[in-house]
């Protein structure tokens, strides 16, 4: 079984900021049973940021990780990526924090790259 691991960077959002993100994976996660994983990376001061207990409302795994500085989009992304053990089938999909999708348009996004061996 393959893992969809879903990369998070954030900062300064707000819960409210990144709910319908977060509501989509989980959505997602209904139709991939224990293949969803989540790792947030947040560059927020200290003052703003989330504990993991924020995101317990989630039905699937999420590490989630504070510096209290900016080490920008990709080198945070880079560490999420590091938190994980991958294999060739594996999928790793950086968001960004103001987006949301359909479950199911995203699927089918992911059977198209699955069948694809070349993307």
Not at 40 to 58: A, C, M
């Amino acid at each position: 079984m393959s893992k969809i691991v879903f990369s998070l960077v954030l900062y300064k959002q707000k819960m409210k900021d990144i709910l319908p993100l977060l509501e989509s994976i989980n959505a997602l996660n209904e139709l991939y049973n224990n293949q969803i994983f989540l790792s947030i990376y947040d560059n927020s001061d200290i003052n703003k940021r989330f504990s993991l207990t924020d995101f317990k409302f989630l039905e699937f795994p999420v590490k989630y990780f504070h510096e209290a500085q900016n080490i920008g989009f990709g080198k945070a992304n880079n560490l999420n990526f590091n938190n994980y053990d991958f294999d060739n089938n594996d999928i790793f999909i950086i968001s960004n924090p103001d987006t949301y999708f359909e479950s199911k348009e995203m699927k089918k996004f992911i059977t198209a790259f699955q069948n694809h061996d070349q993307i």
